[in-house]
């Protein structure tokens, strides 16, 4: 299914208006008023982009984009907006939500990692706004850090300031204020340098990445039966690009869980279309973020094996799960139990 990347795709104007049941057929049909819903209008095109309750606050794609640069502002003061600059758009055709991602393009904000020798990576910091016409994803602000080397968005849980208000008229007034607390960019940094040399020390065979890759983003064959040939085709052309992934990660990081961490980031970031690949960049970054902070985790054990991880499963279940519910969130700022 085609996607929306441009800014001028998302920034269609949107109205409310009142939704009617119509009961009967020709002169005879009635129409009803349904009190507690209202319809959101792509005014542009005359599309019903969403149905919302009575008490749904609609915030547009270009207001929720301005908050997100008074947001990046804030979290970090030093730099000026015309320092951020539009990165990606990602929504679904309909236009019922979308992401916006914004990047620092100067270097004062970014920091190194050396996961190799004498390599050097830098990271520098990013904005995603979440904003959705359907009431079904909050309005959200997610600040985390990218590599500048792929454009890999790199949203941890824990190791994230995250903004998040429903979409109601209690939650979000006019204007929304952007609080952080003192030295949390500072342990946001922190917390993301110490994962990062835990993956780097953690040992991963080449033979191992591809399965646990997989694994990571729940990637699962097709059934092998009969008329499924050209899905099973799709399906090995994707095992392909992930080898080609894996094999450039290791010969530029070495056989660890760094390297496969790059691979499962690059790989959510820059999603193939492919038919065997059912959940959008989005998704598939929160399941990335969700893995690392588990994964980190379970490398600090002293009994940790790559082996016994693999065998003992990651429960994806609980992940899938976690997707379908969105915009039950509270307001706060801070560290996150959510990937963006």
């Not at 970014?110 to 190799?116: A, M, Q, R, T, V």
Request: hydrophobic share 35%; charged share 30%; with cysteine.
């Amino acid at each position: 299914m085609s996607r929306l990347a441009a800014l001028e795709d998302v920034l269609f104007p949107v109205e409310a208006f009142p939704v009617f049941a119509e009961i009967g057929e020709g002169g005879a049909a009635k129409r009803l008023a349904v009190r507690d819903k209202k319809a959101i209008v792509n005014t542009r095109e005359n599309r019903v982009v969403g149905v919302v309750g009575r008490d749904y606050r609609l915030v547009d794609n270009r207001q929720a984009l301005d908050w997100a640069y008074r947001c990046a502002s804030a979290v970090f003061p030093h730099t000026k907006p015309d320092e951020w600059e539009l990165h990606k758009v990602d929504a679904p055709e309909s236009g019922g939500h979308c992401y916006i991602d914004l990047q620092h393009k100067r270097t004062a904000s970014d920091f190194s990692f050396f996961p190799k020798g004498g390599a050097k990576d830098v990271f520098g910091p990013f904005v995603r706004v979440t904003n959705s016409y359907n009431g079904q994803r909050a309005l959200s602000f997610n600040v985390g850090y990218f590599r500048k080397v792929c454009g890999n968005g790199l949203i941890l849980p824990r190791s994230v300031i995250r903004f998040s208000y429903p979409h109601s008229r209690k939650e979000i007034k006019e204007e929304i204020t952007f609080l952080v607390a003192k030295d949390s960019l500072k342990e946001l940094r922190n917390s993301l340098l110490e994962s990062l040399e835990t993956l780097r020390a953690c040992g991963v065979p080449r033979a191992d990445i591809l399965p646990l890759f997989q694994k990571v983003l729940l990637l699962r064959a097709p059934e092998q039966k009969e008329g499924n040939a050209p899905l099973l085709a799709e399906w090995e052309a994707l095992k392909q690009h992930a080898e080609d992934l894996c094999d450039r990660a290791c010969e530029e990081f070495g056989e660890n869980a760094y390297a496969l961490f790059n691979v499962v980031t690059e790989f959510a970031s820059h999603p193939l279309r492919n038919r065997c690949l059912r959940r959008e960049r989005h998704a598939l970054q929160r399941l990335a973020g969700d893995w690392t902070t588990r994964f980190v985790q379970e490398c600090r054990k002293a009994d940790f094996t790559v082996k016994g991880y693999l065998s003992g499963g990651f429960g994806g279940g609980a992940e899938e799960k976690k997707e379908a519910i969105r915009g039950r969130g509270q307001k706060k700022a801070g560290y996150s139990s959510e990937s963006g």
